[in-house]
Nanobody, 120 residues
Framework: QVQLQESGPGLVKPSQILSVTCTVS??????????WTWIRQPPGKGLEWMGA???????YYNPSLKSRTSISRDASKNQFILHLSSVTPEDTAVYYC????????????WGQGTQVTVSS
């Protein structure tokens, strides 16, 4: 069974870089047809798609966040990592990683989410 587990700093100061890691078990992040995605939910708001890294290694980002977002992967650890720079309190959210079946267009596995608060 596939499991995704986020790990993050909990608290980040404004203007710093936020980094959250998703560790995947039960399936390879380089396996064909899978897209590894970052999604966040600010308090009292809906889900926001941030970006994704494909099984091929290609990355795609939300245009509104593209200038501040980077997603990378470490295949040896079966992890993919979100970096968000120049954070402000508006980046306070629960950050989720999720797996999408590219051919079906559905998210089939999610992590439990990790709270990240941006505050001085």
């Amino acid at each position: 069974q596939v499991q995704l587990q986020e790990s993050g700093p909990g608290l980040v100061k404004p203007s710093q870089i936020l980094s959250v890691t998703c560790t995947v078990s039960g399936g390879s992040i380089t396996a064909n047809d899978y897209v590894w995605t970052w999604i966040r939910q600010p308090p009292g708001k809906g889900l926001e798609w941030m970006g994704a890294i494909y099984y091929s290694g290609n990355t795609y980002y939300n245009p509104s966040l593209k200038s501040r977002t980077s997603i990378s992967r470490d295949a040896s650890k079966n992890q993919f990592i979100l970096h968000l720079s120049s954070v402000t309190p508006e980046d306070t959210a629960v950050y989720y990683c999720a797996r999408k079946r590219h051919s079906l267009g559905v998210y089939d596995y999610w992590g439990q989410g990790t709270q990240v608060t941006v505050s001085s």
